[in-house]
């Protein structure tokens, strides 16, 4: 069975930049799509971002342009780049795992808190 565990997260000003991290064990990554999510406060959880089993990425729009994802395959984690941070960037950020095949493989991190605030 797969963990995630996420870091990086923490407490910033509007404008500057975090990386956070998920890191696997118990599996490789290879052939699952992984995708970052955020819940704020009183709100559902909403993706983020999503990078595919082969590279491909998505962005939620409201991220666009600001957040990049990526994935290293040989050291089995995920990153999420995000510069320019604003306000409304603030939620807890939880990383996912998704089998490309089997689809009941599904695993999701701990989540960690983001705060933008000034």
């Known amino acids: 069975q797969v963990q995630l565990v996420e870091s990086g997260g923490g407490l910033v000003q509007p404008g500057e930049s975090l990386r956070l991290s998920c890191a696997a064990s118990?599996?490789?990554?290879?052939?699952?799509?992984m995708g970052w999510y955020r819940q704020a406060p009183g709100k559902q959880r909403d993706l983020v971002a999503t990078?595919?089993?082969?590279?491909?990425?998505e962005y939620a729009d409201s991220v666009k342009g600001r957040f990049t994802i990526s994935r290293d395959n040989v050291k089995n984690t995920v990153y999420l780049q995000m510069s320019n941070l604003k306000l409304e960037d603030t939620a807890v950020y939880y990383c996912?795992?998704?089998?490309?095949?089997?689809?009941?493989?599904?695993?999701w991190g701990q989540g960690i808190q983001v705060t933008v605030s000034s």
């Open positions: 118990g599996g490789s990554l290879n052939g699952y799509h």
């Open positions: 996912y795992a998704g089998h490309i095949v089997f689809k009941s493989l599904k695993y």
């Open positions: 990078v595919a089993a082969v590279g491909a990425t």
